[in-house]
């Protein structure tokens, strides 16, 4: 039994301090939500890891699908890349980037706050009113899918502030108008599917 035992912390240190055989990718730097990923944040480091880990991040064949996504979750340095911590590879330059539009909204409006660069949202138009003037049809949704480029909340410790600025992408000139005439007339909400990633505090 003693000889057993030996040899099987000997085969588990050997196991061990084998040479890892597979590489992920971690981050070089903190990559705050809404960054895209460019080559140089992240590296490839050798280690062993669990399979269910391993299914959850990326690792040396995945090049691709890493640079040029959107952060969704801060990252720290060293941090493996957790596929849920990036979003797809969308434009936000170029022709086919669509347009970019900034609007002031109460904080109600804005998801409370909750809500960070690289998340996806769809504008809607919440005074029936507004519907004729804000859309080309009876809908109240004025922009599907767009995406946030940047959120500025000035809220401050014990001082909630009662508005929240967001820079959001849109997919045509249409829907860029449609939500600035919406915003101007103050009744535009932001809706997003549970479970979307909250904003991380840096």
């Known amino acids: 039994m003693c000889s057993a035992a030996a ?3 000997w085969w588990a240190f050997e196991q061990s301090a084998a040479a890892p ?10 990559l705050a939500p809404g960054r895209v990923i460019e080559p140089a944040d ?14 959850t991040v990326f690792g040396e064949g995945d090049g691709d699908d890493v640079v040029g996504s959107v952060v969704l979750e801060a990252i720290h340095a060293g941090e493996l890349l ?3 911590d990036v979003g797809p590879r969308r434009s936000t330059a ?3 980037a669509g347009y970019a539009v ?3 909204l109460d904080r109600p409006g804005a998801l409370n706050g909750l809500i960070a660069a690289g998340e996806r949202v ?17 809908s109240s949704l004025v922009a599907a899918d767009a995406l946030v480029l940047d959120v500025d909340d000035f809220a401050g410790a014990g001082q909630p502030s009662g508005t929240v600025t ?12 449609s939500v600035a005439a919406a915003a101007d007339a103050g009744s535009i909400t932001l809706i997003r599917p549970w479970g979307a990633s909250p904003q991380v505090a840096p």
């Open 82 to 84: 957790a596929r849920g």
């Open 122 to 138: 769809d504008v809607v138009v919440t005074g029936s009113n507004l519907v004729a003037t804000a859309a080309s049809h009876a």
């Open 166 to 177: 967001v820079t959001l992408q849109v997919h045509d000139r249409a829907a860029a108008v």
């Open 94 to 96: 170029g022709r086919d």
């Open 7 to 9: 040899l099987g912390l």
């Open 42 to 55: 992240v590296a490839l480091v050798s280690i062993r890891l669990p399979a269910e880990i391993e299914a």
């Open 102 to 104: 900034a609007v002031e």
């Open 21 to 30: 055989e597979t590489s992920y990718v971690v981050a070089r730097t903190r």
